[in-house]
């Protein structure tokens, strides 16, 4: 089996000559540039595996390489090298796309880690081709962007920031990410940060030694321990209490943590990902959150969208959240009314897809065993006012016929709102652009 490439590039010999000595221990080859121009001459050559670049280099900056690498037809993991302290480079360069960042004085058990996750990507298993164990369902345009945006992030140590209203799926969306990347063979460990009681926080997060605090009766390993390797995911983030921003912050910025009681720091391997339902810039300014921390955290952004703004993708969702609820097959699950399913997606839904996981598992102990109708699912009563309003009325034609109205309606409201612009009506409608074109075909409103 041939040995991985590496390609080192730095314009200090000495430094050149450790990262070498290093990899070559770890059955790695290397190849070196001391600037950008030879780096890219490299790169255009030589199929590498992994770049290590230093983030100040005599003809530019590392920046350069992140971004030339993305630009090539096989974009490898790409780390950069910054001066201790120097973090708004390193959160520069991942936002770029860098896999991740090691600081001078290099720490070679950190920088082994570091190499091993990114060599996973390049091994004949890639993120890719894994399976998830979960799925984001929905083919609206933005479920798309989103899975698509996983995949891609996937591929990086950055933290991400996972922003989205309450019950939109915001630790699935960490889970996928975690599923998708080279940790997945690690601990996913997700914590809800508003449950933990504020004085056990720093004992839960970073563990404790015996006899630290009264009732610290034995050694306890916290959640970056736990998660050791793999993924920590802090859901409801703006929970935390000032005074574990500010040891959270130094945790993530060193890659290190201080049991409760312990003299000596433990370096730490994890991804951090994060959520909250709150709004983080307004709590900075008011300051009951750290601004450095939310930089440091919000490395990239994801927005999970509520499901009011994906009415199309509610009969899918609908499907799968009856066969996991029943235990049957989707050929014998129970099945919605189409008067039923047309007011799942008029309803607001204030509590996105746990609600509507929530009204099914309601309904399916309501409904008389035929079909699944607006009354079986309880809806608030304003909003079953407005499906009623709609429901079918078997003297003003056929039930296809009264569908086919109600579709043709939606479908030329969301053109004329986007001027014909079939992309953007697509969108708002919650389809695929290829999904439209062919309802449109059936409608005879393809001109």
């Not at 962007?145 to 996983?150: G, L, Q, T, V």
């Not at 703004?309 to 009969?315: F, L, N, V």
């Not at 049957?328 to 509590?351: C, E, I, K, N, T």
Request: hydrophobic fraction near 40%.
């Amino acid at each position: 089996m041939n040995k991985p490439l590496a390609l080192i590039v730095d314009d200090e010999p000495d430094i050149r000559e450790l990262l070498e000595i290093t990899l070559n221990r770890m059955a790695i080859q290397t190849c070196s540039a001391e600037n950008v121009a030879g780096a890219k001459a490299l790169l255009r050559q030589k199929p590498f595996d992994l770049c290590l670049t230093d983030m100040k280099l005599p003809d530019g900056n590392g920046l350069e390489l992140v971004d030339f690498i993305q630009t090539l037809p096989d974009s490898i993991p790409v780390a950069v090298i910054t001066a201790h302290g120097n973090m708004e480079s390193a959160i520069l360069a991942m936002k770029k796309g860098a896999f991740d960042f090691v600081s001078k004085p290099v720490d070679l058990s950190a920088l082994r880690l570091l190499v091993n996750n990114a060599l996973k990507l390049s091994e004949a298993g890639s993120v890719k081709a894994r399976q998830p164990r979960d799925s984001l369902l929905g083919e609206s345009v933005i479920m798309q962007e989103i899975r698509a945006k996983i995949d891609k992030l996937a591929r990086s140590q950055a933290p991400v920031y996972i922003s989205g209203e309450s019950g939109s799926g915001k630790e699935l969306v960490a889970r996928l990410i975690h599923q998708r990347s080279s940790r997945s063979d690690h601990a996913f460990v997700a914590i809800n940060c508003g449950a933990i009681p504020h004085e056990l926080m720093e004992s839960e997060f970073f563990g404790h030694k015996k006899g630290s605090f009264t009732g610290a009766v034995s050694d306890k390993k916290g959640f970056f321990q736990a998660a050791e390797g793999g993924t920590l995911f802090l859901d409801e983030v703006a929970d935390l209490p000032l005074p574990l921003q500010v040891k959270l912050l130094r945790a993530i910025q060193e890659k290190k943590i201080r049991p409760v009681g312990e003299q000596q720091e433990i370096p730490v391997d994890i991804r951090l990902l994060s959520a909250t339902h709150k709004n983080l810039g307004d709590m900075v300014k008011d300051g009951s959150f750290r601004q450095d921390l939310y930089y440091r955290i919000n490395v990239i952004d994801l927005h999970v969208p509520p499901l009011r703004e994906r009415p199309g993708d509610i009969p899918v969702l609908v499907d799968h959240i009856l066969v996991k609820l029943t235990d049957a097959d989707s050929q014998h699950r129970p099945v919605l009314s189409a008067s039923a399913l047309a007011a799942l997606q008029r309803y607001h839904f204030p509590g996105n897809v746990r609600e509507l996981e929530n009204i099914l598992e309601r309904a399916l102990a309501l409904y008389d065993g035929s079909s699944i109708e607006i009354d079986d699912l309880n809806l608030p009563a304003d909003s079953r006012k407005v499906a009623k309003s709609q429901d079918f009325d078997p003297s003003l034609g056929s039930l296809a016929e009264h569908l086919e109205k109600i579709e043709r309606k939606a479908v030329t409201q969301a053109l004329e709102d986007n001027n014909w612009d079939k992309t953007a009506a697509a969108e708002q409608l919650g389809l695929s652009l290829r999904s439209l074109c062919y309802r449109l075909k059936q409608l005879d409103m393809d001109y």
